[in-house]
């Protein structure tokens, strides 16, 4: 029985480092490597363990799909292919494989340099991986072998992101990666058309959240950055190099224009300038105002936000910095932070998730007091603001896709697994599909019926045509025919064509009947009498006696026979082809009848 | 634990057993378990359950389970599992009952919470913690745990059901230690209940006919195997051994890849392997019973092992080789591989069983060259190693996937239709191929390795992945060719090859595709560092266009591929490469471009790789004493510092404070050197000579650049410039011991520069610094503390269990405002 596995190794009822393997059709995928950022040790990376058992990863795994940037989906990436020896192919979008070393640079060195990490991958290690990467264009249908087949679909969220479609033969699954229903200033809605999949792997981060509308928390945003300055105050905005943080740039540049505000907003580290050549470079991945007015207007141009200069920040008066990285662990940020920090007038406003250890985290949960290095503490006074801008699909945006693309299960990755339960419900009420959220190591196994596709003869066709009936899309017709496998494809032929392409012989069908007739007179004689009876009978068949007494009426063969305990009944034995079936059942019923007595 | 810690600990116990605080973070606990653990680990865990009382009050909610969410639960039954590890804390626990509670039938295990499967792995976790002296076996015998560890094999999920296989090693294992000390029964009939118990288990699962539950006992055996070397193992397998065997007289041959495991692992064990217990017989057996792609794994293992016999050896090289004797059939060529004449093998491999399909056939291909060239380096692989006809091998495999091979037969047909155009098993042959560079083969097969790499490197149809396999094959080759007697020059035919490959090299230098560039100047800049000083390869070098080309790659729009470029330019640049002076008028003047161009890159590229290559080629410049270097060092340091100080990337900053070492090495002698051309200040030196050794580093602004460094945010950076000075001081050491007390108007602002500095403040350039306050400031710094201090990684305070601790509780009462997010 065919079937459809899904174990995710990571992904299955929480969030971080995902990573989910899918044998279908007979090929094994593993959709996103990613890591988890909240641990330093082994624990980051998905356990694949798992995998190297079942043999070399190279010759179990048949591809790699990356579906975006963001490490907690790529950052295993080069441990897998470069330490662990995976030497497959890899699948993402060309902006997930320019961006993604930038990422992994950045958090390489964080990892190696300033935590003092052993056995991590080095920059020679992220470039060989990437050299592995086949990059794809949205909607275009890639062969990765013979059978199976990959085509990536918009899917919002970041700069590059895409959902995938993995099929083999008639059977498919999708895997939607993360996903934003809505479009934000710089990117646009996900979209996947009713391609109808066995299986769609969805993330379910908002499982049970309808979110308010993002207009709200950008005036909320601007609002607070806003009265910061006022106070003349410092506004630190901790990002990660690309993303959000390029979304929130558009924010202040589009306000700061239009309130005709004087105070200078800067970028760290010189990523405005490689943010700008990616998001020029990959323009048709922004959402459509953005690629309208590129042509008067780069968008990601700015004219306020300048380039920033570790000098800076100590300039008297209000400004506003962005600064890697977006967790406040190490660098520039951290730096800035712990200069502002004691300024009441100061505000720091983090638009995204911290994991435990950094100060971010820390800050977010309310500490006022950090032990810094060396034991030294730092006091916050500043303002401490935390708003999410993560784009992901809420539940509304979740179901919104399901009806898209029609699938006929579900899978829930991507999120916690109260939520999920809850979703799953909904999802298992409105669309009537099964609904599965799998742990991390369990396995979900759907059995698949798929379709063979079949190819008709032009002679059968040919011959259909013949007989006055035209083609109507909306009728569907039976049509008889031979079916043959030859070559791996199935066709449906003629039954002639069939022996002659397979070179067999037509095989004889015959039906036959025994009847008692009672006469007395020898075999020869009631032959005869048969041979007479049918002939009146019978006229405008063809009825002859042969020599061998039998008689034939068409194809049906009459002989008769002693019987060999009754001297005085005689046994006919009735024999005909399955075309002649209908003269054959009359047949035997007319000389079930007995003879005539005048028949001679 | 630190009293710190331990004030939190009550709030933080509480916080875990309400169920309306829900944490937030999974990465929490685990880490809390960490601190358990080592806290455990070095200590006694019966005091830390009397200190710290609030840690039993927290396992009792465990006793309603249906309260808690599993991950806490799971948190619980592993925290006690650390805790009871130790006796005494076990009986402690045992006396409160709380044990038979957590991981009896009372507890989880037959409530809802069960069904979570982070609840079953937490029960296993706790248990295998657990387990570690009599009391706990015990425990386990009268509690009924073993039973539903048995049914946890075949749990839903497989980190579960793998931890549940473990869990018995362990078990048996541990129940074992008592007996085994003396000699072990013969009988397992005689082994502790506990083991008996867990033996009979494994015999009933042998014998079932479910795969999978054949697979479950075979996993169990092969971690044991592989983990417990005591003698008891091998009763263990005399016993087991014809149960093992008789799968083999199944068909098909069920959970074949666990037994190739368990049968290795046996193999390999020291007590199992010398004695044989008719394992030779076995592995034999299944050599011949298993399907091709099954057996290869197997071969290879037993090729691999330190002793085996020789007749199993050959049996296993011949199952290793047959596909490729299968291939060299196909193309109606001698194999001459071992096992292939005659029939000598148990199962010679048709052409049939290899050409079922073309993903069996590519699986089995490519699994078999990585097998080879996994096997190759080893000191055990068979010898003689038939390094003509596995060449041979390789390069028909090559030419049936380019199709340049022209089959005769009609085996030989289907490859070709199988391997046309396919990349998996071009690369995997590319790969063997370069490692068949290690040893020799005929001349005429030397020629035509070299001619299938040229095809592939000229070839239009190769993928940038193969394209990179096909370089560093050629590299392989290219290094291990032989010298001609003569000496000097490239072996003729490697040197002719390379005449060839030059013109091809231009157009992979024009690739639309970056890898393929990146991939072509990482060749050729390996080249040049290996052949750059032969005649023969300088003249066709320079004839062809690489170096112009290379030059123009120093502006690819891709990052990756101007890094390799500015690597491979200055590579031709050391080895005299670089493009002639296009103005005879002008020597140099080319070179000096470079330098100009590099110093551009190094100011103006936007991204980090190409910066930190020009950093690299400059500091190997300076090492190696460049000509354009040499010629006004001091200008060329001055230059480059004033650049890489300003640099936005720490790693170009700390490859600067490394050209900076390099530079003051050169001038004032290694740590420890005796070179007597170096202008080290001798251990009395007048003053003015120690000012005079250190002025050309003032004019460098080198220490303006090394002291900002010190203080530099990112913590490598600081590291280098610590180090940087540390060296600095030792070599001006006795000249401040004659100084006395370090004062005057220079050192006070040099010393309130630091301060402002070491606060965050970057602003105010230092200016021209006199060499005896920069002395003077260096014996005030306190260097080595500031060395420890860094040496500390800086996440050393944030990932601290009070930290842990702190953010645990801060968390607690705000989750409900930032819980759904992630990036």
Known sequence: MPEIRVTPLGAGQDVGRSCILVSIGGKNVMLDCGMHMGFNDDRRFPDFSYITRNGRLTDFLDCVIISHFHLDHCGALPYFSEMVGYDGPIYMTHPTQAICPILLEDYRKIAVDKKGEANFFTSQMIKDCMKKVVAVHLHQTVQVDDELEIKAYYAGHVLGAAMFQIKVGSESVVYTGDYNMTPDRHLGAAWIDKCRPNLLITESTYATTIRDSKRCRERDFLKKVHEAVERGGKVLIPVFALGRAQELCILLETFWERMNLKAPIYFSTGLTEKANHYYKLFITWTNQKIRKTFVQRNMFEFKHIKAFDRAFADNPGPMVVFATPGMLHAGQSLQIFRKWAGNEKNMVIMPGYCVQGTVGHKILSGQRKLEMEGRQVLEVKMQVEYMSFSAHADAKGIMQLVGQAEPENVLLVHGEAKKMEFLKQKIEQEFRVNCYMPANGETVTLPTSPSIPVGISLGLLKREMAQGLLPDAKKPRLLHGTLIMKDSNFRLVSSEQALKELGLAEHQLRFTCRVHLHDPRKEQETALRVYSHLKSVLKDHCVQHLPDGSVTVESILIQAAAHSEDPGTKVLLVSWTYQDEELGSYLTSLLKKGLPQGAT | MDPECSQLLPALCAVLADPRQPVADDTCLEKLLDWFKTIADAGSSLLLLQENPCLVTLLCPVLKPQDLSPRVLAFLLRLAGILAAQEDCFQHLQQGDLLPRLFGEAGPLGGAAWTAPTVRSGWIQGLCSLTQHPSALCFLAHSGAVDTIFSLQGDSSLFVASAAGQLLVHILGLSMQAPAEGHPSLQPAHWPACAQKIVGHIEESLR???????????????????????????????????????????????????????????????????????????????????????????????????????????????????????????????????????????????????????????????????????????????????????????????????????????????????????????????????????????????????????????????????????????????????????????????????????????????????????????????????????????????ASEVPELTEQLLRDPESYVRASAVAAMGQLSSRGLHIIPASPGHPGAQQKSLLEELLHILSTDSEGFPRRAVMQVFTQWLRDSHADVAADTEHFVARVLRVASQDLDWEVRAQGLELALVFLEQTLGQPSSSCPYAMTPPAAAPPSLVAQALQPFCRVQLFDFAFRALFDCDRPVAQKSCDLLLFLRAKTASYSDQQGSSSGPDVASLEAALQRWQAGDQGQPLGDLEPEAVVAVLRSLDLEGLRGALAESSDHAEQSPLSLLQDMLATAGILGENEADCY
């Not at chain 2, 048709?350 to 096997?375: D, I, R």
């Open chain 2, 208 to 542: 079932a006919t479910a795969t999978p539950q054949v697979t479950q006992a075979l996993n169990v055996l092969t971690t044991m195997f592989s983990h417990c070397h005591d003698p008891w193992t091998q009763v263990l397998w005399v016993h087991l051994s014809p149960l093992v065997a008789c799968l083999l007289e199944k068909d098909p041959v069920p959970a074949a890849h666990s037994l190739v495991d368990l049968l290795l692992s046996v193999a390999r064990s020291p007590v199992l392997s010398s004695s044989s217990c008719g394992l030779w017989d076995t592995l034999a057996q299944t050599l011949s019973r298993l399907r091709a792609s099954q057996a290869g794994p197997l071969a290879l293992g037993i090729l691999k092992l330190q002793e085996c016999p020789k007749a199993l050896r050959a049996q296993a090289f011949a199952v290793l080789l047959q596909p490729l004797t299968c291939v060299l059939e196909a193309t109606t060529q001698a194999p001459g591989l071992p096992g292939s004449v005659g029939g000598t093998a148990d199962a010679p491999l048709t052409a049939g069983m290899l050409l079922p399909s073309k993903a069996a056939c590519v699986g089995l291909l490519c699994q078999t060259l990585a097998h080879l060239e996994l096997l190759q380096p080893l000191p055990q692989r068979p010898s003689p190693w038939p390094w003509a006809p596995l060449l041979s091998a390789a390069v028909t495999i090559l030419r049936l996937c380019n199709g340049s091979a022209t089959p005769t037969s009609d085996t030989g047909t289907h490859l070709c239709a199988f391997l046309a155009g396919c990349v998996r098993v071009q690369r995997a042959a590319l790969d063997f191929l370069g490692t068949l560079s290690q040893g020799t083969g005929p001349q005429e097969l030397v020629t035509q390795v070299f001619a299938i790499l040229l095809e592939y490197l000229t070839s239009p149809d190769s993928s940038p992945t193969v394209l990179k396999k096909a370089f560093q094959a050629t590299l392989q080759w290219l290094q291990s060719s032989p010298k001609p007697s003569g000496g000097g020059d490239l072996e003729p035919h490697a040197q002719l090859f390379l005449r060839e490959l030059l013109p091809v090299l231009p157009k992979r230098l024009c690739s639309p595709c970056w890898d393929v560039r990146d991939s072509g100047l990482e060749f050729l800049t390996q080249t040049v560092r290996r052949w750059g000083g032969q005649a023969g390869f300088r003249h066709a070098l320079l």
